[in-house]
């Protein structure tokens, strides 16, 4: 009824390639742009700075691991220490009065310029072998960080943000900042979307299908290989600047550990690998599915009278992240994006029984 396809008569080829050519796809995808453009004059401060905000940033980073994970095929799990670089190299170019555009170019650089070289491992390597190598990338970059007292100042110790400006404007109130974050998940939203279209985009999914028969149909495989890790190693340094100015405002080295790695690694499997949309809905489930979860929890203990272990709600969003990762790995290994395009399908031919093929 709302998915239908009935009338569209393309006449330029433009037409056909539109991102969205169903007019209820354009009009959803608008509402929902509107709605998170008029957010902070609809909800508070709360949903604001503690739901949407962090939605956006993390969806962000989870874009950009997707880039390397679902289109091009190769496994990262040091992906946290990507985005610390760029927190790092970005926090310390504003301390010294560089502008925050600047600063977030140059923390995607530095970024890109690191990950591509613990991901040229991946020209020689796959599977298991190449976790390991981006796992070694992580605690190697963890140690520097934190014994590094011309990074960090120490392991313990905060590096404070300072005031900032983007594009001129002040990031000083919550509505500035939500609207930074906003632009920067559109930016890299639109370049996603964009990004499959383009000859860089099929040379990746050649090398995530079979990387030899790519090479013989002419995909140089050295070179589209490293060009996903610059590509997905820019966009989580920019991100990790994003995130400690508009976020955190301060950073520190317990703030980029292995459990940031796997969080994101959770949000892309839950989300759906290859897809723009699964980052969304996968980043959601994870942020908000723990929260919904503890409240739940105190809720019924509280009715009951259960003495529930503080450890016990502490380590409940582990728990969560590992049975929804394995989950739908079991179940749904495309994620929560396969689950909306079976119901989109459904709603092309409903209410005719037939399925679409």
């Given at each position: 009824?709302?998915?239908?396809?009935?009338?569209?008569?393309h006449?330029?080829?433009?037409?056909?390639?539109?991102?969205?050519?169903?007019?209820?796809?354009?009009?959803?995808?608008?509402?929902?742009l509107a709605?998170?453009?008029?957010?902070?004059?609809?909800?508070?401060?709360?949903?604001?700075?503690g739901?949407?905000?962090?939605?956006?940033?993390?969806?962000?980073?989870a874009?950009?691991?997707?880039?390397?994970?679902?289109?091009?095929?190769?496994?990262?799990?040091?992906?946290?220490?990507?985005?610390g670089?760029?927190?790092?190299?970005?926090?310390?170019?504003?301390?010294?009065?560089?502008?925050?555009?600047?600063?977030?170019?140059?923390?995607?650089?530095?970024?890109a310029?690191?990950?591509?070289?613990?991901?040229?491992?991946?020209?020689?390597?796959k599977?298991i072998?190449?976790?390991?190598?981006?796992?070694?990338?992580?605690?190697?970059v963890?140690?520097?960080?934190?014994?590094n007292a011309?990074?960090?100042?120490?392991?313990?110790?905060?590096?404070q943000?300072?005031?900032?400006?983007?594009?001129?404007v002040?990031?000083?109130?919550d509505?500035?900042?939500?609207?930074?974050?906003?632009?920067?998940?559109?930016?890299?939203?639109?370049?996603?979307?964009?990004?499959?279209?383009?000859?860089?985009?099929?040379?990746?999914?050649?090398?995530?299908?079979?990387?030899?028969?790519?090479?013989?149909?002419g995909?140089?495989?050295?070179?589209?290989?490293?060009?996903?890790?610059?590509?997905?190693?820019?966009?989580?340094?920019v991100?990790?600047?994003?995130?400690?100015?508009?976020?955190?405002?301060?950073?520190?080295?317990?703030?980029?550990?292995?459990?940031?790695?796997?969080?994101?690694l959770?949000?892309?499997?839950?989300g759906?690998?290859?897809?723009?949309?699964?980052?969304?809905?996968?980043?959601?489930?994870?942020?908000?599915?723990?929260?919904?979860?503890?409240n739940?929890?105190?809720?019924?203990?509280a009715?009951?009278?259960?003495?529930?272990?503080?450890?016990?709600?502490?380590?409940?969003?582990?728990?969560?992240?590992?049975?929804?990762?394995?989950?739908?790995?079991?179940y749904?290994p495309?994620?929560?994006?396969?689950l909306?395009?079976?119901?989109r399908?459904?709603?092309l031919?409903?209410?005719?029984?037939?399925?679409?093929?």
């Amino acid at each position: 009824m709302f998915y239908r396809r009935a009338g569209l008569r393309h006449t330029r080829y433009q037409d056909e390639r539109q991102l969205f050519p169903l007019a209820f796809d354009r009009g959803l995808v608008l509402t929902v742009l509107a709605f998170l453009i008029a957010a902070p004059l609809l909800l508070d401060r709360l949903w604001l700075t503690g739901y949407l905000l962090p939605w956006l940033i993390w969806t962000s980073a989870a874009l950009g691991l997707n880039l390397l994970m679902g289109w091009a095929g190769q496994i990262h799990l040091g992906y946290g220490a990507v985005m610390g670089i760029g927190a790092y190299a970005g926090v310390h170019l504003v301390r010294f009065g560089v502008p925050l555009e600047i600063a977030m170019i140059a923390g995607g650089i530095m970024s890109a310029g690191i990950g591509t070289v613990f991901g040229a491992a991946a020209l020689r390597m796959k599977g298991i072998y190449l976790a390991m190598a981006t796992l070694a990338m992580q605690f190697i970059v963890d140690f520097v960080i934190s014994h590094n007292a011309a990074i960090s100042g120490g392991t313990g110790d905060l590096l404070q943000v300072p005031a900032v400006r983007f594009l001129g404007v002040p990031l000083t109130s919550d509505g500035a900042t939500y609207y930074f974050a906003l632009f920067v998940c559109f930016v890299i939203t639109l370049f996603m979307l964009n990004v499959k279209r383009t000859s860089f985009g099929r040379a990746l999914a050649a090398l995530r299908e079979k990387d030899y028969a790519a090479q013989i149909l002419g995909v140089s495989t050295f070179r589209y290989k490293l060009m996903a890790f610059w590509v997905s190693s820019f966009i989580g340094g920019v991100v990790g600047t994003v995130l400690a100015v508009a976020y955190l405002r301060a950073v520190s080295p317990d703030q980029f550990h292995l459990e940031l790695s796997i969080q994101i690694l959770a949000m892309i499997i839950v989300g759906g690998l290859g897809s723009v949309l699964g980052p969304f809905f996968g980043t959601a489930l994870i942020l908000f599915a723990p929260i919904v979860l503890n409240n739940l929890l105190g809720s019924v203990a509280a009715t009951f009278g259960l003495d529930l272990p503080i450890d016990m709600r502490a380590h409940l969003p582990l728990l969560a992240y590992g049975l929804l990762v394995i989950g739908f790995l079991l179940y749904e290994p495309l994620g929560l994006a396969k689950l909306y395009a079976n119901f989109r399908n459904y709603m092309l031919v409903w209410p005719f029984r037939h399925a679409q093929r």
